[in-house]
Every structure is written in C-alpha cells, then in structure tokens.
C-alpha cells in the first residue's frame, strides 16, 4: 500500500463512484439476471482510470475486485435458488471440476497479461455476450441434454476460463450454453450461480497473491483486489438486486436485456477502441 494516501476529496470521489456502480450492477443483475460482472469490470475500469490509476495492471484489479465481489453475490444466489429447488445440482457437480481448472488457468493467463490485452479480450467476449443478449432467441438448440464425455470436458474449463479473463461469473457463458442444451432457463440461471461460486473462489483467493506495485494500484489494494470496492459494492448489490427483481415480476424484462445487449456491445468496442489507440 502506498505510503501516503490521496486526498480526501479523491478518496470521497472514489467511494461515491463505486457506491453508483454497485447500485446499477445490483439493479441490473435483478432485472436482467446477468452477473454483475459484466458491467463492474468496465464500470471499475473507467472509474479507476478516471482517478488517476490507469496503469498497465490496471485491468487485473478490475477483475480481481470483480471476481472477489462474485464469491459473495454468487452464493448467496446459489443458495436463495436452491431453497426453492431449482439447482440442477447433477449438472453442477459434473460440470464444477472443468470449470475450476479453466478458472485456474484464466487466473495464471490474466495475471501475466497487460491492461490493453485485457481491455481487448474483455471487448472481443463482451461483443459476443452483447450479441446473444440482444439477438438470441429461447428456442434456439444444440441439442436435448447437457455434453457429456469429451465435450464436456472441452466446454466446462471454456467457461472458467473465459469468465475469468473478463472478471465475470457464470451466467454470462453458462446460462446460454445450458439454455442452447435444453435446461430450462431458471434452472440455467440458478445452477449458473453455482458455476460463479467455482469461477470465483479460486481466481478471487489467487488474485490477492498477484502483485500490483504501490504506486500505480487504488488505495487499500491487497494483492489485485481492491477492498474499498470490493466491500462498498457488495453493500450495494445486496440492497439493490431485489429492487431489480421487483422491477422484473412487473414488467417483461426481454426488451430491456436486448436493449442492455446493444449498450454492452457499445461498452466493449469502447474498450477495445481505447486499448488500441488510448
């Protein structure tokens, strides 16, 4: 941690900042039943750069804070879901082990690459993510039952691994491709939750041992996680996700996930724009 910190007005700046973003992630989650990670790591990443820390790590603790703030936001949702029976728990204990070697390997992949890599790869995912989100259809198959055998074993690690290179949990891969394999789509939701709890502890806990140098990381940055964020979000999502999810039995949340889909490609060709030419 650095030896002096900044002043005041920037520390309050800081705090005001990740309290919105908390609140539109939790709002957003409820509504739509995407991760929240999906827009703090961007939010995390222009909020950051705004205040002086852009640096070349910047984006591992983008996604260090991000998927530290998964571990709480993912078991608690797995567990509010599985009170109601709806875990497919034969497909997330099959499907777990794949997946905790993929988070694995994104964590030793994200910690050696620079910001712009990062930015790119976040931008080039989240463009896909945006895609399926604004035009995917719930009709749309790969076929009647989850892979199993050697399909399997390619798909699960791909899900750890590609959350992790964006910061994200498991609905945004793992909702679709269990949808595209005929889980129904609150199964899907809830056995994802499940998916982010394996994603997130082992890339969470591995980021606090990254090492980001003092003078470029926000204050009170253990390891790439930072803390300030971490606990001011998740004090958000947790009092505004069931806002969001009043909002959703109320109104048909559809459009507004295609419209949220656009706005996310809009995001991430910002991103890849702004690590190409800064």
Known sequence: M???????????GMGALLLLIGAFAGVLAGLLGVGGGIVLVPAFFYAFATLGYDSPQLMQVCLATSLATIIVTSTRSVLSHNRKGAVQWDILKTWAPGIAVGAILGLLVASSLRTATLQVIFGVLATVVGYYMALGRDDWRLGQEMPKGPLRYVLSPMIGFLSVLMGIGGGSFGVPTMSLYGV????????????GVVIAVPSGLGFLLVNIPAEVRPPFTLGAVNLPAFLLVIAMTLLTAPVGAKIAHRMNPKPLKRVFGVFLILVALNMIRTAIYG
Not at 2 to 12: A, F, G, I, S, V
């Open 184 to 195: 129904p789509i609150h199964r899907a939701v809830a056995t994802a939750a499940g998916f």
């Open 2 to 12: 650095p030896e002096t910190l900044p002043p005041t007005d920037l520390l309050l």
